[in-house]
């Protein structure tokens, strides 16, 4: 498979754990949303990290994993605060915080 196909089915399966990991915490557990909404992206971002690394891009430069991890760490937070933002408005106007999240 090319690289860009590759990617895509990987964002694909992360989007997918982020929403069902959201989803399993908010519907199932009864954990508040905001904090489920930053667990899911936890769960998402690291399989993305790692699958992308290892997957997509063929675990490439190994010995900068460190800083690549931090890097993506760091984005993964602003978008995490972000996502964080958009849902909490969204939750004001929409009564699943399941849609909620999807549309944030």
């Not at 990617?7 to 954990?31: K, N, P, S």
């Not at 992308?52 to 994993?65: C, I, L, M, N, S």
């Not at 760490?73 to 849609?99: E, G, Q, R, T």
Request: net charge positive; charged share 10%.
């Amino acid at each position: 498979m090319r690289a860009a196909t590759l990617y895509i089915l990987v964002q694909v399966i992360a989007y997918g754990l982020d929403i069902g990991t959201f989803a399993l915490l908010v519907e199932r557990l009864g954990t508040a949303p905001l904090p489920a909404n930053i667990c899911a992206k936890a769960v998402a971002g690291c399989f993305a990290f790692f699958t992308h690394r290892h997957v997509t891009f063929g675990g490439a430069a190994e010995a900068g994993v460190a800083g690549q991890a931090v890097r993506y760490i760091l984005l993964l937070v602003a978008n995490s605060v972000a996502s964080s933002a958009l849902l909490a408005l969204f939750l004001h106007a929409l009564p699943s915080p399941v849609i909620a999240k999807i549309l944030a």
